[in-house]
C-alpha cells in the first residue's frame, strides 16, 4: 500500500511558534533575546502582527502609551521593521494579520496580571468579559470590511510579502469577520471546533467533514492526520492549540512541561502539528528591559530543546504550514499498472511518499527507511508525476 506523508521530507510531525500582539511598539531587543537561541536551532517564529495599534488601556500597550487613544502604524517604527524584513530575508520569520488596532473601546476596565493566583483581573477586581476587548466586539459590517482589507495592506506595503493568515484578536471571530477573511483570501490561525461553527455563515459549512469529526470522536479513530477540522469550512483553519503563557512559576514548571510534553506525543501519534502560541511582552511584565519572568523563559527554551533534540520535526512558519496543508489536500494519486501517477497544480519540495508493504522504486528518488517504513522523498513538479514501481 502506498499513502501520501503529510509531511515533507519524512519529517513525524510540523512545529510553528506563534507570538501574538507584535505592533508598533515593540523593541527588536526584546525579540532578539527570547528567540535567538530558537533561530540558531532552525525554529521558525510567526508574528501575529497588529496594522495600527490603538494606545488603550491594554497590556500589550506599554504603560507610557496607555490611555493616549491615538493610532500607531507599525510602519513608523522603522528600526523594528527593518530588522523584521531582515529576519524575512533569511527565512527565520513569519507575519500575519492580527486584526487592525486589536482593541478600540477605551471604556473597559484595565486588566492587569496577578502572578500570585496566576490570573487576569482588573484593578478593582470588576467582572468582564475578554471578548469585549476585541476591536471586532459589537462592530458593524462596514467597519470589519474595512480594517480587515485596510490592516492586509498596512502588512503587505510595509513587508513587501503577501499576508495570508489571520489571527481574531482575543480569537473572537463572528459571522462578518469570517466572510471578509474568505474575501481577503485569509486563511485563520486560532481556536477552532464544532462549537465554533455558530459564527460562521451556514453556507459555508462543510457538513460532510463537520460529521465525520464528530464520528472519529465518538469512536476515537483518528488517520494519521486528522486534517477534516481544518476543513470544517470554506475557510482553512488551523488550530493553536497549546499556549505557553506568562503565568507559569517555579512551583507549576514541572506541570506545564510534562503537558507539553503530552501534547507533543499525542501530535505524534497522530502525525499532526502543534502550534506553541506565547507573547512576547509578557516575558517582559510589564514592560520592563530586560526579562522579569525568567520561569517563563527558562521554560520556552527547555521546550525548544526537548523537541530539537527528541523529534525529527518540520520547523515550519504559520504561513509555510498553511500553504502545505491546502496545498497536499489537492495532490490526486493514482497507481497505474507499474506506475504511479502523482498530479499536482503546485510545486511540493521534499513531497513524501510512505511504502507500507514491499514495494520498490526507481533508483533517482530518495528512500529513506525508517520506523520499519520506507518513504519515498522527491520535488514534485506541477503537472504530472511519474514514479516506477515494482512489486
Known sequence: MITIHPWPNAKDMAFSIRDDDLSFFTDSKMLERIYNKAWENGFKVSFSTIPNHKGTNNLNVPPNFRNSHNYYPIYKNTQLVEFLKQKIVEDKIDIMQHGYCHMKNVNLPELKFDLKSSTIITKNNEKFDLNKYSEFYGANADYI????????????????????????????????????????????????????????????????????????????????????????????????????????SSNSEKEHFNYFKDSIHNKLKSRGFLILLTHYYEYYYDWNEKITQKNLYKYFIKSLNYVNNNLDLWKCSVTELVS????????????????????????????????????????????LEKNSFKYVIMDIKVGENRIVINN
Open 145 to 248: 470590511r474595512t480594517n480587515i482589507k485596510e490592516g492586509k495592506t498596512i502588512l503587505e506595503k510595509t513587508f513587501e510579502i503577501p499576508i495570508k493568515v489571520f489571527v481574531a484578536p482575543q480569537e473572537y471571530l463572528n459571522k462578518n469577520m469570517w466572510q471578509e477573511l474568505l474575501n481577503n483570501n485569509l486563511s485563520y490561525c486560532g481556536s477552532f471546533g464544532i462549537r465554533s461553527l455558530k459564527n460562521v455563515p451556514i453556507n459555508q459549512i462543510n457538513f460532510i467533514n463537520m460529521f465525520k469529526v464528530v464520528y472519529k470522536n465518538l469512536i476515537n479513530n483518528f488517520e494519521e492526520i486528522n486534517d477534516n477540522k481544518m476543513f470544517l469550512t470554506n475557510l482553512l483553519t488551523i488550530p493553536s492549540e497549546y499556549s505557553h503563557s506568562w503565568n507559569i
Open 324 to 367: 502545505w496543508i491546502s496545498r497536499i489536500k489537492q495532490i490526486h494519486l493514482k497507481q497505474k499498472h507499474n506506475e504511479l501517477i502523482i498530479t499536482s497544480r503546485f510545486k511540493l519540495p521534499g513531497f513524501t511518499i510512505k511504502i507500507h508493504d514491499d514495494i520498490g522504486v526507481e533508483n533517482k528518488f530518495n528512500v
